[in-house]
Every structure is written in structure tokens, then in C-alpha cells.
């Protein structure tokens, strides 16, 4: 399946959870911020279009369903979609550490832009207080996040080795 359709059903998904979390808890989908999450995880691959499509596509959905001004979130995933792959690029994101910390400066990098434009254009009411709270839920979800991706994504790879009759079962 190529990027573009796993992208745009993980975009889905993150966009009904987000809707379901603002119904059902408030107070988790103002404080874990899942599209960000979304944004930085795809952008671990390393590839600085996907980066920068993906952040656009989120930030702009983030805005649809959002009352932020259209364009604000749009414009800071897609700073941080580029940012999160050029990193990407040149350390090992394998390891969970360096995987967290990306995800901690991405929600940081992302609240900073938000706020900052917020603030410049006048346009919102800025509430500075939560951006701690929101960085370490949103990196403490998205580190377990990860994990079960990457094993998901080793045992679909090992299943596909064991059809191609590449390997033997054990």
C-alpha cells in the first residue's frame, strides 16, 4: 500500500479518535494532541516531502476541526513534519530515547509556533499554561505508540518473508 493511503487512513483514524476523545474526555483530547503525534511519527521515516505533505494535510484537517484560525496548525505540523524527517536523516530514531525526545520537541515546536502566531496575529485567546502538561502526555503516549508500531510493522514484514518463501517457519 503505498504512502499517500496508509497516510490518509491513519489521518482518518487519528480524526475520529480526536472527535471521540473531545466528547467523551474533554480534558485528555485538550491535553494529548494525536495530530501532531500523527505528524512526527510518519515523519520518522526520514523523507522531508512526506514530512512536509503529511504535516500540511494534518495541520489542515487539525484547523477544519478546530477553532483555530484556518492555516495556523496547518503551517506549524508542516514545520515540524520537515524538521522531524531532516532530524531523522542524520540520528538512529530506532532507539526509543531519541524517538521520544523528537516527539517531545515536535508538540514543543508545534505549541511554540501556534502560540507564537496566536500572539502575532491577535487573532485567539493564548493559554500558554498547558503546553508542559501537553508535551509529556503527548510524548507518553506517543513513545508506546511507537513501539506497537514498529512491532506491528516487524511482524507484518515477517509474515510477508515467511509467503514469499524466503524463510523457513520456526
Same mark, same amino acid.
Given at each position: ?20 476523545? +473531545?466528547?467523551? /474526555?474533554?480534558?485528555? *483530547?485538550?491535553? @494529548?494532541?494525536?495530530?501532531?503525534? &500523527?505528524?512526527? =511519527?510518519?515523519? %520518522? ?45 542524520r540520528v538512529d530514531t530506532s532507539q526509543r530515547m531519541v +524517538?521520544?525526545? /523528537?516527539?517531545?520537541? *515536535?508538540?514543543? @515546536?508545534?505549541?511554540?509556533?501556534? &502560540?507564537?502566531? =496566536?500572539?502575532? %496575529? ?49
Open positions: 500500500m503505498p504512502w499517500a493511503a496508509r497516510f490518509a487512513a491513519s489521518l482518518a483514524l487519528v480524526s475520529l479518535v480526536e472527535l471521540l476523545l +473531545a466528547e467523551v /474526555l474533554p480534558v485528555a *483530547g485538550r491535553t @494529548v494532541d494525536l495530530f501532531v503525534l &500523527l505528524v512526527v =511519527l510518519s515523519s %520518522l521515516a526520514g523523507n522531508s516531502l512526506q514530512g512536509v505533505t503529511g504535516g500540511l494535510a494534518t495541520g489542515l484537517v487539525q484547523d477544519t476541526l478546530s477553532a483555530s484560525p484556518f492555516g495556523l496548525h496547518g503551517l506549524a505540523c508542516c514545520v515540524v513534519g520537515y524538521g522531524v524527517a531532516r532530524l531523522s536523516q +524517538a521520544g525526545l /523528537l516527539v517531545a520537541v *515536535g508538540t514543543l @515546536v508545534h505549541q511554540a509556533i501556534v &502560540l507564537g502566531l =496566536l500572539t502575532a %496575529l491577535e487573532v485567539g485567546e493564548v493559554s500558554g499554561g498547558a503546553v508542559p502538561l501537553r508535551v509529556v502526555a503527548t510524548t507518553a503516549v506517543g513513545v508506546p505508540g511507537l513501539w506497537l508500531f514498529n512491532r506491528a510493522r516487524a511482524w507484518v514484514d515477517e509474515r510477508r518473508t515467511l509467503k514469499e518463501g524466503r524463510a523457513r517457519p520456526r
